[in-house]
């Protein structure tokens, strides 16, 4: 069985910075998209970056272009999200995902596999 095991979340202030890590298991699992996606109280789930596993091709939401990184650890079957100058809209629920790349990829519909979530909120 899939899981997708996220890390790093919490609490920052604005203009802070986070990295959250999502595990894959079991380790010979590959996707060839993975992605973050984040949802707020009282809005719907939102694609925020993905990329295509070895390519170098990534996608990022335009509110967080410039500020979040998404990057893989092959090795270690991870891959991550880099936060940096977050602000209190950044504030969610944030979910890694086996997702679809291309113009799907923010599509949550289009994902395959979801973690369980790890909160991060920014104060301002």
């Known amino acids: 069985q899939v899981q997708l095991v996220e890390s790093g979340g919490g609490s920052v202030q604005a203009g802070g910075s986070l990295r959250l890590s999502c595990a894959a298991s079991p380790y010979t699992y590959r996707s060839n998209c993975m992605g973050w996606f984040r949802q707020a109280p009282g809005k719907e789930r939102e694609g925020v970056a993905a990329?295509?596993?070895?390519?170098?091709?990534?996608y990022y939401a335009d509110s967080v272009k410039g500020r979040f990184t998404i990057s893989e650890d092959n090795a270690k079957n991870t891959v991550h999200l880099q936060m940096n100058s977050l602000k209190a809209d950044d504030t969610a629920m944030y979910y890694c995902a086996a997702a679809a790349c291309g113009n799907r990829w923010r599509d949550p519909s289009a994902v395959h596999y979801w973690g369980q979530g790890t909160q991060v909120t920014v104060s301002s």
């Open positions: 990329a295509y596993t070895g390519s170098g091709i990534t």
